[in-house]
């Protein structure tokens, strides 16, 4: 085998298309959405009228199952009627999405747990983006959309 192909299949298995990872297009995300059955959201709040909290009921409604993991509000064991986990890396079974509600700059401490649990997605609502911790989960194979709203995104299609 020459060195070239031996470089370009290492490179493959390294990461070295993490770029594919990257969903932006609006074909990307309706697949992603089709594919997606359980939403773990970071940062869930349960203040109503909290897009953190009303983005994910929404999605419940449409018909995804959701899985609460609030950063504050330490004495709720139950947000939504659901248990309350801490960590993305302690919630049993698979997981297709994280939902994140955090702040850009508050994305890097969760971006091993998230890895740790290796969800299909990781989705940074609109205003979200952080193009570092973007790029580690993609590098894990974990596909990345930035700075997009579930709610609206859902909406576009119809759920």
Aim: proline letters at 6%; glycine letters at 6%.
């Amino acid at each position: 085998m020459s060195r070239q192909i031996e470089e370009t299949m290492t490179a493959q298995t390294d990461g070295a298309n993490w770029r594919d990872h990257l969903i932006e297009s609006p074909a990307q995300i309706k697949d992603l959405l089709e594919n997606t059955h359980r939403i773990a959201v970071l940062g869930i709040k349960p203040d109503a009228d909290q897009p953190a909290h009303y983005v994910p009921e929404y999605a419940e409604r449409a018909g995804y199952e959701i899985v609460p993991v609030p950063v504050y509000y330490k004495d709720l064991t139950e947000m939504m009627g659901k248990k309350v986990y801490r960590k993305i890396a302690d919630i049993p079974g698979d997981i297709d999405m994280v939902n994140v509600f955090r702040r850009p700059n508050h994305i890097p401490s969760h971006v091993d747990d998230i890895i740790a649990k290796k969800p299909k997605s990781v989705w940074f609502q609109l205003g979200i983006r952080n193009d570092a911790a973007a790029e580690q989960l993609a590098r894990a194979g974990i596909d990345v959309v930035q700075d997009y709203c579930l709610l609206v995104e859902l909406r576009r299609l119809g759920k």
